[in-house]
Nanobody, 125 residues
């Protein structure tokens, strides 16, 4: 059974940083990608970033480009989301997801097969 477990969320002030982790168990991913999504209260879940396991290609939402960095440690089957210069509008529950999305669908929820339970990130202004 594949499980994704996020950690690293918390309450910080605007301008601070956080590093989220997502540990994958039950399967070793050598293909496909890990994505990060977020969902703010009253809003739909939205794409944040994705990294492909082979080649380490990364893509970001425009709203986080230049502030967030996605990475992965294949040996540990773990993905990371380094979030710098946090803003109040980054407040959301952050989810990691794993799957095999093709480039045109990498921002779409349906392209991912496995999801974590989410970790809360709250940024106070």
């Amino acid at each position: 059974q594949v499980q994704l477990v996020e950690s690293g969320g918390g309450l910080v002030q605007a301008g601070d940083f956080l590093r989220l982790s997502c540990v994958v168990s039950g399967r070793t991913f050598s293909r496909g990608a890990m994505g990060w999504f977020r969902q703010a209260p009253g809003k739909e879940r939205e794409f944040v970033a994705v990294i492909y396991w082979s080649g380490s290609n990364t893509y970001y939402a425009d709203s986080v480009k230049g502030r967030f960095t996605i990475s992965r440690d294949a040996a540990k089957n773990t993905g990371y989301l380094q979030m710098n210069s946090l803003k109040a509008e980054d407040t959301a529950v952050y989810y990691c997801a794993a799957g095999n999305p093709i480039i045109p669908t990498m921002k779409r929820i349906f392209a991912y097969d496995y999801w974590g339970q989410g970790t809360q990130v709250t940024v106070s202004s």
